[in-house]
Nanobody, 121 residues
Framework: QVQLVESGGGLVQPGGSLRLSCAAS????????MSWYRQAPGKERELVAG????????NYADSVKGRFTISRDNAKNMVYLQMNSLKPEDTAVYYCNAARRYFSGRSYDYWGQGAQVTVSS
C-alpha cells in the first residue's frame, strides 16, 4: 500500500520556523517528483515547492521563495519542507505529493493526509 505520512506541523509565532517531514512507502520513491502543496480555508490548493527525482532542481511559489526550502533523501524515502520566517498567511494544511508522469499521458499521483500549520501570535 502506498503511504505518504506527514509530521512536524503545529502552532508557531510569526517569524518562527517549522520543519515538515513526509515519509514515503509502497512505491519507488526515487522515480517520483515530490512536492508540497497547501490549502488555506476557503482557498484552492496551491503548489508551494517541488523537487526533481534526484534533487537536482527545485522550484517555489513566489510567496515562499527565500523562506522555504524543499529537500529529499532518496535513501530514506523522505522529503522535507523547512519553513523559516513564517507569516500568518502561511497558515494552511500542507500536503505531501508524489507524482510520476509519462509522455503517453499516463500519470500517478499520491497524496499525504495533510499537516496543519498555524502561524499566529
Amino acid at each position: 500500500q502506498v503511504q505518504l505520512v506527514e509530521s512536524g506541523g503545529g502552532l508557531v509565532q510569526p517569524g518562527g520556523s517549522l520543519r515538515l517531514s513526509c515519509a514515503a512507502s509502497g512505491f519507488t520513491f526515487s522515480m517520483y517528483t515530490m512536492s508540497w502543496y497547501r490549502q488555506a480555508p476557503g482557498k484552492e490548493r496551491e503548489l508551494v515547492a517541488g523537487i526533481l527525482t534526484d534533487g537536482s532542481s527545485t522550484n517555489y511559489a513566489d510567496s515562499v521563495k527565500g523562506r522555504f526550502t524543499i529537500s529529499r533523501d532518496n535513501a530514506k524515502n523522505m522529503v522535507y519542507l523547512q519553513m523559516n520566517s513564517l507569516k500568518p498567511e502561511d497558515t494552511a494544511v500542507y500536503y505531501c505529493n508524489a507524482a510520476r508522469r509519462y509522455f503517453s499521458g499516463r500519470s500517478y499521483d499520491y497524496w499525504g493526509q495533510g499537516a496543519q500549520v498555524t502561524v499566529s501570535s
